[in-house]
């Protein structure tokens, strides 16, 4: 597609179970970015994947949250034991390597965690 | 620690008139700074960015300031339009960067009234 594509859109889940968002990226962008904005709070930074270099994960906020980026294009952000803090809209970016013209962002998974 | 600060959550401005975004950052080390726009229910969208050797750019009815002294970069839209009512985040990129993270502001809610 010509755009980032996230699924599912929509997600509740239990408070303990495990979920995992998906982010297909813009094909050819060598850069795929995770973001959260919880209700009210800005973008909030998760990892970030370039090419073939070890992610930069430093935005994780526990060791519950991880992300894969397979084969260079597809990525994954599993959260397990879900908590209720965890509940936000998951945005997913990607990017050629020329910060001029910025990310381009999928429309996010919402993820309600009762 | 907030390094990219919108310190106003929200503006309503009429239709027509000038609306004026206003960003402070507090890391030096920021070099460039981008814009970005959400509509409800959509991801963020690029609208317009800076380079810090610049002190202006300007794209249609958007321009961006950047006063790096005071850490600080505003965007004007004129004349706002009923369509620009959306959430604007400001975001900045540290130097060295190629793509790399963005740090997000909070974000501005602009309501332009018809």
């Known amino acids: 597609g010509a755009g980032v594509s996230q699924s599912p859109s929509n997600k509740v889940t239990e408070k303990g179970k495990d979920v995992e968002l998906r982010c297909d990226p813009i094909?050819?962008?060598?850069?795929l970015y995770w973001y959260r904005q919880s209700l009210g709070q800005g973008l909030e930074f998760l990892i970030y994947?370039?090419?073939?270099?070890?992610?930069?994960k430093s935005g994780l906020p526990s060791d519950r949250f991880s992300a894969e980026r397979t084969g260079g294009s597809v990525s994954t952000l599993t959260i397990q034991r879900t908590q209720q803090e965890d509940s936000a809209v998951y945005l997913c970016?990607?990017?050629?390597?020329?910060?001029?013209?910025?990310?381009?962002f999928g429309s996010g998974t919402r993820l309600t965690v009762v | 620690d907030q390094q990219v600060k919108q310190n106003s959550p929200s503006l309503s401005v009429q239709e027509g008139r000038i609306s004026i975004l206003n960003c402070d950052y507090t890391?030096?080390?920021?070099?460039?700074f981008l814009w970005y726009k959400k509509y409800p229910a959509e991801g963020p969208t690029f609208l317009i960015s800076?380079?810090?050797?610049?002190d202006k750019n300007e794209d249609g009815r958007f321009t961006v300031f950047l006063n790096k002294s005071a850490k600080h970069l505003s965007l004007h839209i004129v004349p706002s339009q009923p369509g620009d009512s959306a959430v604007y985040f400001c975001?900045?990129?540290?130097?060295?960067?190629?793509?790399?993270?963005?740090?997000f502001g909070q974000g501005t809610t602009l309501q332009v009234k018809p």
């Open positions: 800076i380079s810090s050797i610049k």
């Open positions: 890391n030096s080390m920021f070099d460039y």
């Open positions: 994947f370039q090419g073939n270099s070890a992610p930069d």
């Open positions: 975001a900045a990129s540290p130097y060295p960067s190629n793509t790399g993270k963005l740090i």
């Open positions: 094909s050819g962008h060598t850069a």
């Open positions: 970016a990607s990017s050629y390597p020329d910060r001029a013209t910025g990310y381009t």
